[in-house]
């Protein structure tokens, strides 16, 4: 009997811990920011959480296959872009030449960025606007049924729903949260040498 004692209390925590890694990889995963489009919330080769399942709200940052929404050279199967949501489906969107952002009529704080990346980055885009887009004082646009209108934060640079159109809803892979070790890192540094 003591064996089965033994070979039991070997067995039930690894079963427990396969049992917590398959819950652990349905809800969420790790994900690698890729390049300057989230700048400066998001940094280069920054790793954040992405939840599964978490509720797509206006501003909450989102992963999605790029496949079939951007249809550019490069973009395969594994691309995933991360990006921001301005607009939820049946949302009505304007930007004003002054940067300033209003959905279904009101005013938005995009306090995530600055008022000169409102200002120059949201209008002046590198690509044509996409159809369905318009953006500019006196030019509005309605968000498609389960689809989303997404920008990166630095518009500079950003190659997003602006030049691409709408991100449909079965792309979006899940919403990013930022790990608290990641804010402890740049309080760290902020604080050294």
Not at 90 to 114: A, F, P, W
Not at 134 to 142: D, E, K, V, Y
Request: proline content about 3%.
């Amino acid at each position: 009997m003591s064996t089965f004692k033994n070979i039991m209390g070997w067995i039930w925590p690894v079963v427990i811990g396969l049992l917590i890694a398959l819950l652990i990889d349905m809800f969420l995963s790790f994900v690698k920011v890729d390049g300057l489009s989230m700048y400066p919330n998001l940094q280069n080769n920054e790793r954040v959480i992405m939840l599964k399942h978490a509720k797509i709200k206006r501003d909450t940052v989102v992963v999605f296959n790029a496949k079939g929404v951007d249809d550019r050279a490069g973009v395969t199967d594994g691309t995933k872009y991360v990006k921001r949501v301005i607009g939820l489906p049946g949302d009505k969107i304007e930007y004003k030449n002054d940067g300033k952002l209003y959905v279904n009529g009101k005013l938005r704080s995009q306090g995530y960025i600055t008022t000169e990346q409102q200002k120059e980055g949201t209008l002046s885009i590198s690509n044509a606007e996409d159809k369905g887009v318009t953006l500019g004082t006196g030019r509005s646009f309605t968000v498609p049924k389960d689809e989303y209108f997404v920008l990166g934060d630095n518009r500079e640079v950003s190659n997003d729903s602006r030049s691409y159109g709408f991100v449909p809803r079965s792309k979006i892979l899940g919403v990013v949260k930022v790990p608290f070790w990641n804010n402890a890192h740049e309080y760290i540094n902020s604080y050294g040498d």
